[in-house]
């Protein structure tokens, strides 16, 4: 199996306000979200981050996909540092979460070709993987219209689209179907199991756990900013569902029985 | 329902006053600074209509009266004219206040002191007359004009009204409408330029930056491979060129209504103006708008929210607006080349000599680059700002 990302001991602090330590009666000036966190995903597998709210996921998703930069560590994106080289590692990943919004103003055909021109696609490529995801998503009937006069399922379908514009080969997905109505989590789904038998990568973040039953080769569980454990799916619900490994891990880390 | 209107004023009030940036600029600032401005403005303005006050008018005179060259209650330097013609071109040309200058022209009709000793009152003929020609558009000229005329009226009541002064319906203001154009557009355009062009800034550069933060679509266009220098480039130059069109726009607006708001009082023409004149005016709108327009950027991405912006970028604007009264203050003009280093203060100054005609070429180029120069800076801390988490996810 050929590594394909490779998260090497990152950590990411966050500095506390004077009001966040009001809010959460603390008196700590720094917090920290992801500690010595390591995992390694591979070619064509789909990679699940499982972990509470506030466990880290999502700052791991934003250093990987560059949008932050670890205090420490560093992760490797098809052999490219996210330290050194951000902008290559940009361009080799799609990257969707509920945090990125789109234009308002805009329509998803003005938006796919404004991003696809940021990614250097040409004009003939760009029509082409419109046609293909348009379709694909139905975007088609609705591509002439603002994003602010859209449903929540059909912004996300556009965001998704917009996330995969230049067919990166890594994927990082935050909560993908978070929000969404149970049809359009469906096509979600669906198509992240179609993108990994084109052989794509993903890293998805999620704290549903049938959803990583269903779509996820390998796991790693998120406690407190740290990844307690990185194991293929199989191995992990060999003897219990993903979810009692799950809270048996939680409990063992707190102390105590969840 | 009493009780509601009071929970809500309260919820209002404790909105309003508990923020103290809010407080800050709403109410304590406004008045600071309008009153610094009038300040300022009051001080430019009485320094446009009135000279110094060791200012002796030199005067040229046609037929002066021997008792009249060594008048109490008035101190000027009577010179006796002997080419009329010739002192007027001088009026025209506005030489006043120079060596050798002429500030006003008075001319007496012949034998004065005798035609007014016989002149009688109760006659119904027509009274001596004397004209007193001057240039408005020269300040010591105007305050010739006014010491002369109050002498003049004083000394016409003193003998009962023996003599008429600028009676007649001739032009006695000899100031061309390049001159009175030129005073006007000076003292006005470069300030309403600047508060244009702060107008066209705030309405586009809070919402294109502090707006996309706030909307989560900044961070859309982070994700992509595009480069964060990129990024700053395309906002500053696509939104200085909104700013353009709206200053410009105002431009035209105010060069054409100019004339109608001053009404016969200011017969001024845009045209007095060279195409080239309109040229190096552009050239330093186009290099203040990339100044104003940076800073704003700067300004919007430091804030969480639109709102946020405009209120940080209001004083911003209050401190462009009392470097811009600066055109109407003459002890404010540049005293050497350095001086057009300082941003803003160096547009309306070099827009003040290219509408009053005293084109300081120089001083134009070392603007133009300076303010190329502070965008460049500007692009340089965007970008930076665009690479930092702390600036662009900052909660």
Not at chain 1, 15 to 38: F, G
Not at chain 2, 199 to 214: D, L, T
Not at chain 2, 374 to 388: D, E, H, Q, R
Request: overall charge negative; some cysteine; aromatic content about 8%.
């Amino acid at each position: 199996m050929e590594e394909i990302l490779v998260a090497k001991g990152l950590k990411k602090t966050f500095k506390i306000s004077a009001k966040q330590q009001k809010l959460e009666k603390t008196k700590e000036k720094i917090k920290v979200a992801v500690n010595n966190l390591s995992f390694t995903a591979y070619r064509g597998e789909i990679y699940g981050l499982l972990g509470s709210n506030g466990a880290g996921k999502t700052t791991t998703l934003r250093m990987i996909a560059t949008l932050i930069t670890p205090d420490e560590g560093d992760v490797l994106v098809d052999g490219v540092s996210v330290v050194r080289e951000p902008d290559r590692v940009r361009g080799k990943i799609g990257f969707l979460t509920s945090e990125l919004k789109l234009e308002e103003f805009f329509t998803p055909n003005y938006l796919f070709h404004f991003f696809a021109q940021l990614h250097g696609m040409e004009k003939e490529e760009t029509e082409q993987r419109k046609k293909e995801l348009f379709d694909k998503f139905g975007i088609s009937s609705f591509a002439e219209v603002k994003v602010a006069d859209m449903s929540t399922g059909m912004k996300q379908k556009v965001s998704l689209v917009i996330s995969i514009v230049h067919n990166p080969d890594i994927i990082i997905f935050d909560e993908p179907t978070n929000g969404l109505d149970v049809l359009t989590a469906r096509v979600v789904t669906d198509f992240l199991l179609e993108l990994k038998a084109q052989g794509k990568t993903m890293i998805v973040s999620t704290h549903i756990f049938s959803l990583v039953e269903k779509i996820c080769d390998r796991v790693g569980i998120i406690i407190d900013g740290a990844m307690v454990c990185s194991e293929e799916l199989s191995r992990l619900t060999a003897e219990k569902s993903l979810e009692d490994v799950f809270f048996d891990i939680y409990a063992e880390r707190a102390g105590e029985a969840v | 329902m009493k009780s509601n209107v009071i929970t809500i004023m309260k919820k209002e009030f404790a909105r309003f006053f508990k923020d103290k940036r809010m407080v800050l600029s709403t109410i304590l600032l406004p008045g600071l600074l309008i009153y610094v401005m009038y300040t300022f403005m009051g001080q430019g303005l009485s320094g446009i209509y009135s000279s110094d006050e060791s200012f002796v008018p030199q005067v040229y005179a046609v037929n002066l009266p021997e008792d009249y060259a060594n008048a109490e209650g008035i101190s000027v330097n009577f010179i006796a004219a002997e080419d009329e013609t010739a002192a007027k071109e001088m009026l025209t040309a506005g030489t006043g206040g120079e060596a050798g200058g002429c500030d006003l022209l008075i001319v007496f009709p012949e034998n004065f002191a005798e035609a007014i000793a016989a002149y009688d009152v109760a006659s119904g003929e027509k009274a001596p007359e004397v004209e007193v020609y001057y240039n408005s558009a020269d300040t010591d000229s105007s305050t010739a004009y006014d010491m002369m005329m109050e002498f003049l009226d004083s000394y016409e009541s003193s003998i009962a009204n023996k003599f008429d002064v600028n009676s007649q319906e001739k032009q006695y203001d000899l100031a061309s409408e390049r001159d009175t154009a030129g005073m006007v557009f000076s003292m006005l355009i470069p300030m309403l330029m600047i508060i244009f062009l702060f107008s066209g800034c705030m309405a586009v550069a809070p919402e294109s930056i502090a707006g996309e933060k706030e909307r989560g679509t900044i961070a859309t266009l982070l994700v992509t491979p595009m480069k964060r220098s990129h990024l700053a480039l395309g906002k500053i130059v696509s939104l200085s060129v909104i700013a353009i069109l709206s200053g410009l726009s105002s431009f035209i607006g105010t060069m054409l209504s100019l004339p109608n708001l001053m009404g016969e009082a200011g017969d001024i023409s845009a045209s007095v103006y060279q195409v080239s004149d309109y040229l190096l005016l552009l050239a330093v709108i186009l290099s203040t708008v990339l100044v104003i327009v940076s800073v704003i950027s700067i300004i919007s991405a430091f804030a969480k929210n639109v709102k946020e912006a405009t209120t940080w970028v209001t004083p911003v604007m209050i401190v462009g607006m009392l470097l811009a009264v600066t055109s109407m203050i003459e002890s404010m003009k540049p005293s050497n080349l350095m001086m057009y280093l300082i941003p803003l203060y160096n547009s309306v100054q070099s827009m003040n000599g290219i509408f009053s005609f005293s084109i300081d070429i120089p001083g134009i180029a070392v603007t133009c680059v300076a303010n190329v120069v502070y965008a460049i800076v500007c692009v340089g801390i965007l970008t930076k700002m665009f690479n930092s988490e702390r600036v662009m996810f900052s909660k």
